[in-house]
């Protein structure tokens, strides 16, 4: 059971435009969903992060959106860049025995072409 | 932000031998520390949850006994791979910290069983 998906395998992006992320969730427990960069053989860096009780947060190039009736959220980059290309991935959290537990999606490879 | 330092970062070991991998937190203590393993090409699938002092919480389809995991003092988490086999080959990623948004993720180990 697929708790958090995220559609696109890959995205591929032209420098200085926008690149948008989708992730669509199931569980309407989760309290926190978050976005990681991830590199080839490196762990997940932590990027931006959106409470469920929010609809937008900004940081910087970074915004994510989360429509909650949908249960999808997604990730703007702009003006994306070539350090951008990475692969993302979408997670949630679901507070369980006192800690968050962390569900992610499958990933998204973002290539940002000069 | 902070940092979590897992060991090694990659290893090769012969079917049927064990594996042992570290995952330090540098600069903060750490209640609760995060397993996860990813296959190529797919998410980051949790394995299971450990607490400084007690025993891990295991998710379903994850033999404990196979994945011994030890969270002895409140900067060290190991994870102990036993009678290893090819199929156990994978990205093997610790997480430090139980609050999602102050969630630090190690570099990763490259587990290959030959």
């Known amino acids: 059971d697929q708790q958090v998906k995220q559609n696109s395998p890959s995205l591929s992006v032209q420098e200085g435009r926008i690149s948008i992320l989708n992730c669509d969730y199931t569980?309407?427990?989760?309290?926190?969903f978050l976005w990681y960069k991830k590199y080839p053989a490196e762990g997940p860096t932590f990027l931006i992060s959106i409470s469920s009780i929010k609809d937008k947060n900004e940081d910087g190039r970074f915004t994510v959106f989360l429509n909650k009736s949908a249960k999808h959220l997604s990730l703007h980059i702009v003006p994306s860049q070539p350090g951008d290309s990475a692969v993302y991935f979408c997670?949630?959290?679901?507070?369980?025995?006192?800690?968050?537990?962390?569900?992610f999606g499958q990933g998204t490879r973002l290539t940002i072409n000069p | 932000g902070a940092v979590v330092s897992q060991h090694p970062s990659w290893v090769i070991c012969k079917s049927g031998t064990s594996v042992k991998i570290e995952c330090r937190s540098l600069d903060f203590q750490a209640t609760t520390m995060f397993w996860y393993r990813q296959f190529p090409k797919q998410s980051l699938m949790l394995m299971a949850t450990s607490n400084e002092g007690s025993k891990a919480t295991y998710e379903q389809g994850v033999e404990k006994d196979k994945f011994l995991i030890n969270h002895a003092s409140l900067t060290l988490s190991t994870l102990t791979v036993t009678s290893a086999h090819p199929e156990d080959s994978s990205f093997y990623i610790c997480r430090a910290g139980g609050q999602a948004t102050e969630a630090f993720f190690g570099q990763g180990t490259r587990l290959t069983v030959v």
């Open positions: 997670a949630a959290s679901l507070r369980r025995q006192g800690a968050q537990k962390l569900v």
């Open positions: 569980n309407s427990m989760f309290d926190y």
